[in-house]
C-alpha cells in the first residue's frame, strides 16, 4: 500500500482522468469553501479528521451523473453536502438503538455500535445515496480518521485503510496500473471512469469426477450371523449386560422418494433417458443405491435412480442422492418423448400428480392430494376427540405429516385404476433392480425476455442497432473463441471442433446425448461435485481433496460452456450478451473493437 499525501494523490487522479477519461475528469467539483466544511463540523458538532478536510479542499466531491468518477463498489466521494445529509440520516436511524449500545466504551463504540455520533459517511456507495459507502472516525482516540465500510444497514466494519490519504493513493495507483481497488479494476471507456471485474483461473483444476473414477463404490455390509442364544450355566449365578442403543431392533420408516412412471419402456430404457452413466448401470438394492449416492467421492454429487416394473405396460424411476431431477421439465420431456410419463412427488403435506405426454405436459391431468395429520387424536368412528375448551387433542410427539403416507395410499389407488400402474413402494427395497448414476440433462436456456440494452457498461443495444448482423456474428464468435481459451474448455475436442464450425459458419450438432452436450454435462456435473465437496468439507475435520480454486475454475468453465449453447440456440443479441457477461478479460471492449474491424 503506497501512501502519499491527499494533494498528491489528488494529483496524480487528476492527471489519469484528464488523459483517458475525460467526461468524468469534468465531473470533478471545484474545491469546498473552507467556512462551509467549519459550517458542517459545527452543524454535525465533530471535528473533520485532517485527511477529509484536505480533500474536500481538494475537491468538494463529484456531479452526480453519467460517467462521474467512483471508488468502485463505495461509489462516489461525497461533497461537504452529502456528508452533513448522509451523517444525519444515520444518526437517526441509529437512534434506535442507542440505548442498547449505552453500556459500550468508546472502543466499543468504535469498533460495535450501529452509528456512533462521531461517524462520518464520506461516499455514497453503489446506489449513489445514503444507505452505504465508506465512513471515517472523527472521535480522538486510537481509531480517528480510520476508514471502514458501510452497507444497507449491515453491521459496519474497519477496512484495511488508516485514513483516507491510503484510500486515495491506492486509488491512484489502481488507475495508474490498471490494478484492482477493492477487487475491481478501472478502466477508461468512451471517455468515462467505468469498473471491471477480471479474473483469471487455474489452468488445469482437480477434477471430482476423476476422483470418482478412481474410488470404489462402498457395498452394503453382509447381514451379520444369527447370534447363537445364550445359556446359562448351572453352577452359578450370571449376569447378561447390554450397552446403548444396539439392544433395539425398532427400524424408523424410510420416506418414499420422487417416483416417476413411464409407459412402454423397458427400465434401462427409462435410465438411458434419465442420463444414466452407461458404466455405472447394474442391479442394485434400494439400501444398496443409498449407500452408493450418499458416497461423495464415488458418487461425485450426481444423482442416483433405480428403475423397474411395475406391472405390465409401465416401467419406473426412483431417485436416491443428488440433486433433484424429476421435478425438472427437461427431464420430464425426455422421459415421455413418444409416450407419457407420470410423476408423483410429496411438497410437505401434498402429494402431486403431474403428467407429460410425447413431451408436453397436460396440466388438466395435474391434482394435487392433501394428506390428513395423522397426530390428531380420533375415536373408534373417526370423530376427532376434543379437550374441554374444544381443541382437537393431539400426540405428543408424532410428525404430523409422516411421509404423507395416507395421501400415497390414496393415490397410488387411483394411479392403478386410471392408468394402470400398479406400484407398491413396500415392496420396492430388498430386490435388486436396474441402477445407475446420472449424468444430469442441461437446463433449458431461457429465451431472451427484454432487448438487450448494455451489459458491463457498454452499450451493446446501439452496437446491435449500428452493426450488420453477419460482421456481428463473427465478431461475436471471436469473442466466444477468446472466453473459450480464457476458460480453458477450448481444450476438449468436442467444444474445439463446435468453435471451429463457428467460425468457418457452418451447423454444429447440439443433439441430446451428443458428444458436445455429454461434453458440456461433464463440466456441468463437475462443477456440482466441487461445490459439494467443499460444502461437505466445511462440516468434517478434514479437508476437501479439492480447493476454492478448482470449483472456482469448473464454475467458469460450466459458465462458458453455456455461453456457447446461448450462441447456438439465442437470437443473436441475447447470445452477444450471454458471452460478453462471461468474459474474464477486462480488456474485451478493446479486443472486441479489435474483431468488428476486421
Given at each position: 500500500m503506497t501512501t502519499f499525501t491527499v494533494a498528491r494523490s489528488w494529483d496524480r487522479i487528476e492527471t489519469w482522468l484528464a488523459q483517458h477519461a475525460a467526461v468524468s475528469h469534468g465531473l470533478l467539483r471545484p474545491p469546498a469553501r473552507p467556512q462551509d466544511v467549519a459550517a458542517a463540523e459545527l452543524r454535525l458538532g465533530v471535528t473533520f479528521p485532517p485527511d477529509l478536510k484536505e480533500s474536500l479542499l481538494c475537491h468538494d466531491g463529484v456531479q452526480l451523473q453519467d460517467g462521474t468518477p467512483t471508488l468502485g463498489y463505495y461509489g462516489p466521494l461525497s461533497g461537504v453536502e452529502d456528508i452533513v445529509r448522509s451523517t444525519e440520516f444515520l444518526r437517526d436511524i441509529?437512534?434506535?438503538?442507542?440505548?442498547?449500545?449505552?453500556?459500550?466504551?468508546?472502543?466499543?463504540?468504535?469498533?460495535?455500535?450501529?452509528?456512533?455520533?462521531?461517524?462520518?459517511?464520506?461516499?455514497?456507495?453503489?446506489?449513489?445515496?445514503?444507505?452505504?459507502?465508506?465512513?471515517?472516525?472523527?472521535?480522538?482516540?486510537?481509531?480517528?480518521?480510520?476508514?471502514?465500510?458501510?452497507?444497507?444497514?449491515?453491521?459496519?466494519?474497519?477496512?484495511?485503510?488508516?485514513?483516507?490519504?491510503?484510500?486515495?493513493?491506492?486509488?491512484?495507483?489502481?488507475?495508474?496500473?490498471?490494478?484492482?481497488?477493492?477487487?475491481?479494476?478501472?478502466?477508461?471507456?468512451?471517455?468515462?471512469?467505468?469498473?471491471?471485474?477480471?479474473?483469471?483461473?487455474?489452468?488445469?483444476?482437480?477434477?471430482?469426477?476423476?476422483?470418482?473414477?478412481?474410488?470404489?463404490?462402498?457395498?452394503?455390509?453382509?447381514?451379520?450371523?444369527?447370534?447363537?442364544p445364550f445359556t446359562p450355566r448351572t453352577d452359578g449365578a450370571y449376569a447378561v449386560l447390554t450397552?446403548?442403543?444396539?439392544?433395539?431392533?425398532?427400524?424408523?420408516?424410510?420416506?418414499?422418494?420422487?417416483?416417476?412412471?413411464?409407459?412402454?419402456?423397458?427400465?434401462?430404457?427409462?435410465?438411458?433417458?434419465?442420463?444414466?452413466?452407461?458404466?455405472?448401470?447394474?442391479?442394485?438394492?434400494?439400501?444398496?443405491?443409498?449407500?452408493?449416492?450418499?458416497?461423495?467421492?464415488?458418487?461425485?454429487?450426481?444423482?442416483?435412480?433405480?428403475?423397474?416394473?411395475?406391472?405390465?405396460?409401465?416401467?419406473?424411476a426412483a431417485q436416491e442422492g443428488g440433486d433433484a431431477q424429476f421435478g425438472r421439465p427437461e427431464v420430464l420431456r425426455r422421459l415421455s418423448?413418444?409416450?407419457?410419463?407420470?410423476?408423483?412427488?410429496?411438497?410437505?403435506?401434498?402429494?402431486?400428480?403431474?403428467?407429460?405426454?410425447?413431451?408436453?405436459?397436460?396440466?388438466?391431468?395435474?391434482?394435487?392430494?392433501?394428506?390428513?395429520?395423522?397426530?390428531?387424536?380420533?375415536?373408534?368412528?373417526?370423530?376427532?376427540?376434543?379437550?374441554?375448551?374444544?381443541?382437537?387433542?393431539?400426540?405428543?410427539?408424532?410428525?404430523?405429516?409422516?411421509?404423507?403416507?395416507?395421501?400415497?395410499?390414496?393415490?397410488?389407488?387411483?394411479l392403478e385404476q386410471e392408468y394402470g400402474i400398479a406400484w407398491n413402494p413396500e415392496g420396492d427395497g430388498d430386490e435388486p433392480v436396474a441402477s445407475a448414476l446420472l449424468l444430469p440433462v442441461l437446463d433449458d436456456v431461457p429465451p431472451a425476455r427484454h432487448p438487450v440494452t448494455s451489459v458491463r457498461d457498454f452499450d451493446l443495444g446501439g452496437l446491435v442497432d449500428r452493426t450488420p448482423p453477419q460482421r456481428l456474428r463473427s465478431a461475436m464468435a471471436a469473442q466466444l473463441a477468446r472466453l473459450a481459451s480464457e476458460t480453458g474448455i477450448d481444450t476438449y475436442p468436442e467444444i474445439a471442433q463446435a468453435l471451429e464450425r463457428i467460425r468457418r459458419d457452418e451447423p454444429v450438432d447440439l443433439s441430446a446425448d451428443g458428444a458436445l452436450d455429454l461434453r458440456m454435462r461433464t463440466l456441468s456435473a463437475e462443477a456440482r461435485a466441487a461445490r459439494g465437496l467443499l460444502d461437505a468439507a466445511r462440516h468434517q475435520a478434514e479437508a476437501a481433496p479439492v480447493t476454492a480454486a478448482d470449483h472456482a475454475a469448473w464454475a467458469v468453465r460450466d459458465s462458458a460452456a453455456r455461453a456457447l449453447r446461448a450462441f447456438l440456440l439465442l437470437p443473436l443479441p441475447a447470445a452477444a450478451e450471454a458471452v460478453l457477461n462471461r468474459r474474464l478479460s477486462v480488456r474485451w471492449r478493446d479486443e472486441l473493437a479489435a474483431d468488428l474491424a476486421d
Open positions: 441509529g437512534e434506535d438503538l442507542a440505548e442498547d449500545e449505552a453500556e459500550l466504551d468508546d472502543e466499543e463504540r468504535d469498533q460495535y455500535a450501529y452509528w456512533p455520533h462521531e461517524r462520518l459517511l464520506i461516499s455514497l456507495g453503489i446506489g449513489w445515496q445514503s444507505s452505504d459507502g465508506l465512513f471515517l472516525v472523527s472521535r480522538p482516540g486510537p481509531h480517528h480518521g480510520r476508514v471502514g465500510r458501510y452497507f444497507d444497514e449491515d453491521s459496519p466494519s474497519f477496512t484495511e485503510w488508516p485514513g483516507l490519504c491510503h484510500v486515495l493513493a491506492d486509488f491512484a495507483t489502481a488507475l495508474e496500473d490498471g490494478t484492482p481497488f477493492n477487487g475491481r479494476i478501472p478502466l477508461a471507456f468512451e471517455g468515462r471512469l467505468i469498473w471491471d471485474d477480471g479474473a483469471t483461473v487455474v489452468p488445469d483444476p482437480l477434477s471430482p469426477l476423476g476422483l470418482a473414477a478412481e474410488a470404489t463404490e462402498p457395498l452394503v455390509a453382509p447381514a451379520p450371523e444369527p447370534v447363537v450397552f446403548g442403543a444396539g439392544a433395539s431392533t425398532a427400524q424408523e420408516p424410510q420416506q418414499q422418494p420422487d417416483v416417476v412412471f413411464v409407459a412402454g419402456v423397458q427400465p434401462e430404457e427409462l435410465l438411458a433417458r434419465l442420463g444414466c452413466l452407461p458404466e455405472t448401470v447394474r442391479p442394485r438394492s434400494r439400501e444398496q443405491t443409498r449407500l452408493s449416492a450418499a458416497a461423495a467421492v464415488w458418487a461425485a454429487y450426481r444423482p442416483m435412480a433405480r428403475a423397474g416394473w411395475c406391472g405390465d405396460a409401465w416401467a419406473y418423448r413418444g409416450t407419457r410419463a407420470v410423476r408423483l412427488s410429496k411438497q410437505g403435506p401434498e402429494v402431486h400428480v403431474t403428467l407429460f405426454a410425447d413431451g408436453v405436459e397436460q396440466p388438466e391431468a395435474a391434482r394435487r392430494v392433501d394428506s390428513p395429520r395423522e397426530d390428531y387424536v380420533t375415536d373408534a368412528a373417526g370423530r376427532p376427540v376434543r379437550g374441554p375448551d374444544g381443541q382437537q387433542w393431539q400426540r405428543i410427539g408424532v410428525d404430523p405429516w409422516p411421509g404423507s403416507t395416507a395421501a400415497y395410499a390414496r393415490l397410488l389407488a387411483g
